[in-house]
């Protein structure tokens, strides 16, 4: 199929970005998203083009490296990761504009390459455990019930792609800070640090200037691992309990 790339380029992170059109010609139905990028480049460079940065690196769904804004959608029209969006989504003739995440938190580095270390430093300010050192506990040492631990393992699918981010009318982080505090907040071995780490992890979402949640559902609706609203329903209970024992 042939078909017209609008695509954000922008040299760096102060210089200003503009649209570019590109035609593409030949992209097969099986190609994912980013090998049809793979195949824009290629043909950049053989004119002497600066290639489209974006980024990636598992290409099977697992690591949320990537993630483009297509047609206007955080990660495309398909419920799953850029890379795993295949071309068929799309017929002969389409136009597809490709924009990078947009978000304060997210600084733009380069075309479609955006800057998120600020989940990384929501994490890094609550979402740990304290362990004792020594030899390995008994597997059965510390029973957990079955759909707690289900629960547990739902929210810990999250990928951290910031698909929600980009989505959200607020650009807020809420439902990746609420997967991480239900994921472990669901684990006996959560517990210890369970209402400091709530208050911890959004002080540590505001600082970084994400907006705040307003129930609105656009980020479970993109999120390519099903994260479900409800996750931050447990965020602020915990938020609540902390309050109340004076965190
Ligand atoms: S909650 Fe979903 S959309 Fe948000 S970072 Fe995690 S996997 Fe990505
Ligand atoms: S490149 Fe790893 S999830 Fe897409």
Same mark, same amino acid.
């Given at each position: 199929?042939?078909? /017209? ?74 419920? /799953? ?51 004792? /050192? ?42 990746? /800070? ?70």
């Amino acid at each position: 199929m042939n078909i /017209t790339l609008n695509v954000w380029r922008q040299p760096g992170p102060k210089a200003p970005g503009k649209m570019v059109a590109y035609e593409l010609m030949g992209v097969e139905d099986h190609m994912s998203f980013l090998e049809m990028l793979d195949v824009l480049n290629e043909e950049l460079f053989a004119r002497g083009e600066e290639p489209v940065a974006f980024d990636s690196d598992c290409r099977e769904g697992i690591c949320g490296m990537c993630g483009l804004v297509i047609n206007g959608i955080a990660h495309g029209p398909e419920v /799953t990761t850029t890379c795993q969006l295949h071309m068929r989504s799309f017929k002969d003739g389409d136009t597809i504009t490709i924009e990078p995440w947009r978000s304060t938190a997210f600084p733009i580095i380069k075309d479609l390459v955006v800057d998120r270390r600020a989940l990384d430093r929501i994490i890094q300010a609550g979402g740990y455990i304290s362990v004792n /050192t020594g030899a390995a506990p008994d597997a059965h040492a510390v029973p957990v019930p079955k759909p707690d631990a289900d629960r547990a393992f739902e929210a810990a699918a999250c990928i951290g792609c910031g698909a929600c981010v980009a989505a959200c009318p607020n650009a807020s982080a809420m439902l990746f /800070t609420a997967a991480k505090i239900t994921h472990l907040g669901m684990l006996p071995q959560g517990q210890p640090e369970r209402l400091g780490r709530v208050v911890d992890m959004l002080n540590q979402h505001d600082a970084e200037g994400f907006g705040g949640c307003q129930n609105i559902g656009e980020c479970a609706a993109v999120c390519p691992k099903e994260i479900p609203l409800d996750v931050i329903s447990q965020l602020n209970a915990d938020l609540s309990r902390s309050w109340r024992r004076g965190h």
